[in-house]
């Protein structure tokens, strides 16, 4: 500096030495300006470029990152635009944490300001990167109202619980079912298409269910799916009033079973035939009367029936039902000294011609021939049981997926433990639980992505 000072003298002459020190102010703050410039130019880059990639949080699923943040000559930064998100940020010696679990939905920018350690009187330069929150898939479903003029009302939900007295100081089991508009059904303001129909006798204890899905693309399936379940359940209840030869044929196939399966099978297939078959049969043309009076195709009623009867017997329990269409009826037992889980798939889910589709019981060919019948048609005398599970696809579907884990009993213990330690709505399957009923329409809005149809179960246990 004091040689530069000795040439400006002698180059300026009569200048004065204030010119001379503003000159040299002047050119040292702008040197100083650019080489500052340069050095923050550099850090920038290397900021900018440097690799950062933050996944999408999702509103009210809890959420944690760590992304990495290492420049050398950073003397500090700090990172902000989180505020009131739920989610907080807190640096490490890697860079730093994004975590909690978010309370709303959009895109968010995070600011990083940093500062290189020269820089003058502490600027900070900035680097911004999107944080997208997903908004929770729930919100976005709409809760419509049905139509108030609509053809065959039904309410959206359906709740019933029987409460079967003690008999001589024994226990017996209970009964408890719920149905629920599925989300689809709700967003576009559509009814709920599923139904059931629940009975039991207390003179001579015995069990009626049964559970229908009415088909979504059958206008008038919702009444479909009533029908069945009414006229089926009332024929079996009609029918088991004098049930005194029927229990008689049971207890002689519970004898000779072992000695002559087939020939002690005959008498009790003839009465299930006779019963549960029938039932069926009547309610397919109960709908297919209601659709000829108003003189539209029966089709247009299209709905699957599951169907069961049963009772305890001084050797066992004794189970009978009727399958056609899809969703699960299952006879399940829990382990048992030690045993595995036993579970017993009463039939077999329909599949129509294409991927996807079902069988109804208002297909004509259901009940062509007594043989087409019989194949639907399946009876079994077991100890004792846990559960008997009738469900529509809507439960089904989520919670098994396929056919061969409808036949795993470890599904089914999953799934019974499911239901009784559920985080948001446990069911408390214990006997005289009035609230049985209503735990389990709480149960049934559980989130299952893709799967959003009306949903119905009902449980003897």
């Known amino acids: 500096m004091e040689k530069i000072l000795e040439i400006i003298k002698q180059l300026s002459g009569d200048v004065s030495q204030e010119t001379i020190n503003k000159f040299l102010g002047d050119t040292v703050t702008k040197?100083?300006?650019?080489?500052?410039m340069d050095i923050e130019t550099v850090i920038k880059n290397k900021v900018d470029s440097l690799k950062i990639t933050i996944p999408n949080a999702s509103v009210n699923k809890e959420y944690k990152t760590e992304v990495p943040f290492q420049i050398d000559d950073i003397s500090e930064y700090c990172v902000e635009g989180l505020e009131d998100t739920g989610l907080t940020i807190d640096k490490n010696e890697n860079g730093f944490i994004i975590s909690g679990t978010p309370t709303k939905s959009g895109t968010f920018p995070l600011v990083i300001k940093y500062r290189h350690e020269v820089s003058l009187l502490g600027k900070n330069l900035e680097r911004k990167i999107d944080l997208i929150i997903n908004p929770d898939p729930r919100s976005l479903w709409k809760d419509?109202?049905?139509?108030p003029d609509i053809e065959y009302p039904k309410e959206n939900t359906q709740v019933q619980y029987i409460?079967?007295?003690?008999?001589?100081?024994?226990?017996?089991?209970?009964?408890?079912?719920?149905?629920?508009r599925g989300r689809s059904h709700a967003n576009e303001g559509k009814p709920r298409d599923d139904d059931f129909k629940l009975y039991h006798n207390d003179e001579n204890d015995w069990y009626v269910i049964a559970v229908a899905d009415g088909a979504g693309s059958a206008k008038y399936s919702r009444e479909g799916s009533r029908i069945a379940c009414e006229i089926a359940v009332n024929h079996c209840i009609n029918e088991l009033k004098n049930s005194e030869n029927f229990e008689e044929n049971i207890a002689q196939y519970n004898l000779f079973k072992d000695d002559s399966e087939a020939e002690a099978r005959k008498y009790v297939g003839d009465d299930i035939y006779k019963i549960v078959g029938n039932a069926a049969f009547l309610a397919h043309k109960e709908i297919d009367k209601v659709a000829d009076e108003k003189g539209v195709p029966s089709k247009l009623y299209a709905t699957?029936?599951?169907?069961?009867?049963?009772?305890?017997?001084?050797?066992?329990?004794f189970v009978a039902t009727f399958w056609v269409g899809d969703g699960a009826i299952c006879l399940y037992s829990e382990?048992?000294?030690?045993?595995?889980?036993?579970?017993?798939?009463?039939?077999?889910?329909?599949?129509?011609?294409?991927?996807?589709?079902?069988?109804?019981?208002?297909?004509?060919?259901?009940?062509?021939?007594?043989?087409?019948l019989y194949k639907r048609l399946r009876f079994k005398i077991v100890n004792d049981f846990t559960a008997l599970f009738l469900m529509t696809d809507g439960v089904s579907d989520p919670?098994?997926?396929?056919?061969?884990?409808?036949?795993?009993?470890?599904?089914?213990?999953?799934?019974?433990?499911?239901?009784?330690?559920?985080?948001?709505?446990?069911?408390?399957?214990?006997?005289?639980?009035?609230?049985?009923?209503?735990?389990?329409?709480?149960?049934?809005?559980?989130?299952?992505?893709?799967?959003?149809?009306?949903?119905?179960?009902?449980?003897l246990y």
């Open 31 to 36: 040197i100083w300006k650019e080489y500052i």
């Open 144 to 147: 419509l109202p049905v139509a």
């Open 163 to 180: 409460k079967v007295p003690s008999k001589d100081g024994t226990s017996r089991k209970d009964i408890a079912a719920a149905s629920k």
């Open 304 to 317: 699957t029936l599951l169907l069961a009867i049963a009772k305890k017997f001084e050797f066992g329990w």
């Open 335 to 372: 382990d048992n000294n030690g045993e595995q889980p036993q579970s017993i798939l009463m039939g077999v889910p329909d599949e129509g011609e294409f991927s996807g589709q079902t069988r109804f019981l208002t297909m004509p060919d259901i009940f062509k021939d007594s043989t087409s």
């Open 399 to 459: 919670w098994f997926e396929t056919d061969s884990n409808l036949n795993n009993p470890e599904k089914w213990k999953a799934f019974y433990k499911e239901i009784q330690d559920n985080k948001e709505h446990p069911v408390l399957l214990e006997d005289d639980n009035e609230e049985t009923a209503q735990q389990l329409l709480y149960w049934l809005d559980f989130w299952s992505p893709g799967n959003h149809d009306d949903r119905t179960i009902a449980i």
